[in-house]
């Protein structure tokens, strides 16, 4: 059974940085697609990106990807999303899911962590 955390959400001014991890263990996501999604109070959930299992490719949300970054590192398991520039409109819980496709659609993925809050406010 394949088992995902979140972490490193918070608190953080307009204009800062935090960057999220998302753990995999118990199952082989290293063979697994990747993805950030986020959920507003009152919104749907939102794709922010998903990696390959390579990393290799991505397929970004476009009010993030000139702010945003994500990587992989298969050895530990770890996906990590860095967020800079961040804005009062990122603020949501963010999400990691595994076992979906490229197409990005949060339906797709069977298997997702807790989530972490990130809120951005002066």
């Known amino acids: 059974q394949l088992t995902l955390v979140e972490s490193g959400g918070g608190l953080v001014q307009p204009g800062g940085s935090l960057t999220l991890s998302c753990a995999a263990s118990?199952?082989?996501?290293?063979?697994?697609?990747i993805g950030w999604f986020r959920q507003a109070p009152g919104k749907e959930r939102e794709r922010v990106v998903c990696?390959?299992?390579?990393?290799?490719?991505?397929n970004w949300a476009s009010s993030v990807e000139d702010r945003f970054t994500v990587s992989r590192d298969n050895s530990k398991n770890t996906v990590l999303l860095r967020m800079n520039s961040l804005k009062p409109e990122d603020t949501a819980v963010y999400y990691c899911?595994?076992?979906?496709?490229?197409?990005?659609?949060?339906?797709?993925?069977?298997?997702w962590g807790q989530g972490t809050q990130v809120t951005v406010s002066s």
């Open positions: 899911a595994a076992g979906g496709l490229m197409s990005c659609k949060a339906t797709e993925f069977p298997s």
């Open positions: 118990g199952g082989a996501a290293n063979y697994y697609v």
């Open positions: 990696i390959s299992s390579s990393g290799g490719t991505t």
